[in-house]
């Protein structure tokens, strides 16, 4: 059921069969050096999120650039990163179900695996599953710090369900979990910063308690590619789970920096490449890139180089450009580059990865985790 | 790439991991049976879409009871289903492109393979894939019937590339693609009437110029699950092309029959089953399909028996129920069935349905052209 590659290595560009997922190589390079640099520079440990990409092949270049493993939302996506090469993996995501922990526990044999809890249910059902196997599972504490998602509360209950942890034979309480999903894409910037302020708060209180009734959070754990500079200077963050700097997409460039510009650390990295399939009048054409090659869930897609024209109308299969403003033709056959709305769901529609650089195919990586529901 | 069945057969439904795709086989079975009796009486030719199941194994039971063929959007999708024993598949859209040209020309030794036009360039380009390899392709011309996406203006521009498609060495015409997309998901039938009636119009009165011009549209194509019960009575249209219905959808249960009752003749077939992951409060919870398990774009999934539930707030890989007026408790661990809103690009997300009958498991299928985008 894995399609086939839509490009060979060597081929130029323009010879890629559409759509497919183009990944500009210099500028996703760029995208990796500048995270790695800046946790570095901070003192932070940077455990890259691989819901993003679904990639093993990024996730090692990921850690040959110092990430310290990688995190994951699903049992499938770790076992594929495993299987991909990586050795330390965390599920910031709650785990449940007989199947699901019988996976994460054979799992937890053949790597470091750690997983997220907010119940205490659940503690029983991991500490049983990790024992039946014989292995001791780093389990984390996750607290909704605003989101509203997942999480117990922070303090009191998140301090009775680490303790929880910590007591059970088969389990290790290794931290907190401290993501606000939600705050990534507040536009304003003071409002985002105070949206992690709020949250460092709760999670420093928490971290507090806890140490209070002796137990050590050696690992406090959060942040997106939004907020990823806003978990410094004293918060309670010393691990960055940030995905989609290694890609950044359209909706995370309507966010702004502090001067009011348009976030722009990271480059757009990657693109769906989609061809003019119909061009029955000069105001508009149809490409042939829809909801199935396009994650549209925050918007859709902006065209590189061609600001003035707009993508709308997606049905399954198909897209409209409107050209009305256009200041250059477009005619059936050519080939235009997708700036996606939102990169991951889209990355999750492709079977492959297609490196570019010098306008050369010269990359051809698996989606690993492709897929990877369960 | 492709992903572990979520499921073994003989499983209890209970057993069978979250997402997953599940198939109601008594359901679905009546909705093949359904339309097939539809056509039959109404002297239709049936031509199901395979972009909804992507399933070769789903393709030969519709073949199974009359359909005379399928059809799909993609070359990709053509050759999944030519590969998986599908003998006859139009392809009910544009193919642009070099490789998928000679793709396209390839698979036509293999089995009947026709395909749509909507530009004169392009059917020079059709003659020429066909020729290199030795075979005659059926060539539909698309018109736009008022959907305003593909296709050419019926009348004069519809006359002249048919007169030309049939003046090609390599290609036949085959008739006219006419199908009125948007119109599918008009709410009142008798709104939704009047689009296919003006349709139906202007595709006869081109059958009739093509007819006065010596070009005999031996197919006149169209039609989808929202309007299947509308192209008949002395209509243009002799083959029609749903695909929705052997599944249905939370969409399409929102258009309205003629007495104002929800639209019914097909039945829920496909869900998304899906685990309650999270329950940290007692009027919500979080369970495992998100936006990765989902199609959205057509509104948010109907939870199954439970309608004062309402799913919200998807992110990737979670989605909230309210549970503030839920009648019936949901705890950690508890498994649900999701109406999907959309199945198609729902479908495209799953390398495996899991076929379901008495509350077991009875069938694994692979979706066999999910992912296929070229």
Redesign the interface.
């Known amino acids: 059921?894995?399609?086939?590659a839509?490009a060979r290595i060597g081929d130029p560009l323009e010879?890629v069969?559409?759509?497919?997922l183009l990944i500009d190589l210099d500028a996703f390079e760029r995208n990796l050096d500048r995270m790695a640099a800046f946790c570095a520079e901070a003192g932070l440990r940077l455990r890259p999120h691989a819901?993003t990409h679904k990639s093993a092949h990024i996730a090692r270049l990921q850690m040959d650039r110092g990430a310290v493993g990688l995190c994951c939302?699903?049992v499938?996506e770790a076992e594929a990163l495993v299987q991909g090469g990586v050795p330390d993996v965390v599920i910031s995501?709650?785990?449940?179900?007989r199947?699901?922990l019988d996976r994460l526990s054979a799992l937890a044999r053949h790597a470091k695996v750690a997983v997220c809890a907010?119940?205490a249910?659940?503690v029983f059902d991991l500490n049983a599953a990790a024992g039946q196997v014989g292995v001791v599972m780093d389990v984390f504490v996750e607290i909704?710090v605003g989101a509203g998602?997942?999480?117990?509360?922070p303090g009191k209950p998140a301090l009775a369900l680490a303790a929880q942890v910590a007591g059970q034979r088969n389990l290790r309480f290794a931290g907190l979990q401290a993501y606000h999903?939600s705050a990534q894409h507040i536009r304003d910037r003071a409002e985002r910063k105070a949206a992690i302020d709020a949250a460092g708060e709760m999670t420093s209180e928490t971290v507090d308690l806890l140490a209070d009734n002796g137990l050590d959070c050696a690992i406090v754990a959060g942040a997106g590619t939004g907020t990823y500079d806003l978990h410094v200077n004293g918060g309670p963050w010393n691990e960055l789970q940030c995905g989609s700097y290694v890609f950044m997409d359209a909706d995370y460039g309507r966010n702004l920096m502090a001067d009011g510009r348009a976030f722009d650390t990271f480059d757009n990295a990657l693109f769906v490449y989609a061809?003019?399939?119909?061009?029955?009048r000069d105001d508009r054409c149809?490409i042939?890139a829809g909801?199935?090659?396009l994650?549209?869930?925050q918007g859709f897609p902006q065209v590189l180089d061609l600001p003035e024209v707009t993508y709308s109308?997606?049905?399954?299969?198909?897209g409209?450009l409107d050209l009305s403003e256009a200041r250059q033709a477009l005619k059936?056959?050519d080939k235009i580059k997708l700036i996606p709305g939102h990169c991951?769901?889209t990355v999750?529609?492709?079977?492959w990865y297609v490196g570019v650089r010098d306008g050369r195919v010269e990359a051809l990586w698996?989606?690993?985790a492709?897929?990877?529901?369960?």
């Open positions: 059921m894995a399609q086939a839509p010879d069969d559409t759509p497919a819901k939302q699903k499938s995501n709650q785990v449940v179900g199947h699901k907010d119940d249910d659940n909704d998602r997942c999480g117990v509360q999903g061809t003019v399939m119909s061009k029955t149809v042939d909801h199935k090659a994650g549209n869930d109308g997606p049905s399954d299969e198909h409209t059936l056959g991951d769901p999750n529609l492709y079977d698996p989606v690993t492709r897929g990877a529901l369960t």
